[in-house]
């Protein structure tokens, strides 16, 4: 399985953060400026980039987890973007999980088991 680095697409993971909290909610404004801070914060990332990476590895050791198809780019960056917004307190337990069965039906049982171990 590979890790997740989100410093590769620092940028992209930013951009997106901005589409994804307009979309979440009216009070978009404040959610949005700290997100994009802490986006581009390395000590925040560092500390969500360790958080995903032991889920990472726990979901590689359970054979009951479905693993959700993140096979493209788009997919990833998708999935960092929500996750990271989830992990940092932007977006609720339940947004989390609604915005990952709208581009994955069938994958209830995957986020909330993410959302259970994701929270900071």
């Known amino acids: 399985m590979k890790y997740i680095n989100i410093k590769s697409f620092k940028l992209g993971l930013t951009l997106l953060i901005l589409s994804s909290v307009f979309a979440l909610n009216g009070c978009a404004s404040l959610k949005l400026k700290q997100a994009v801070a802490d986006a581009n914060d390395p000590a925040v990332v560092k500390e969500y980039e360790n958080k995903i990476n032991t889920i990472a590895k726990e ?62």
């Open 59 to 120: 979901i590689t050791s359970d054979p009951d987890y479905k693993r959700i198809p993140l096979d493209t780019k788009e997919d990833v960056d998708w999935f960092v973007t929500q996750s990271f917004l989830y992990w940092d307190g932007k977006s609720s337990k339940q947004e989390f999980i609604d915005i990952g069965l709208k581009r994955f039906p069938g994958y209830r049982d995957s986020f909330e088991y993410l959302a259970k171990r994701l929270k900071k």
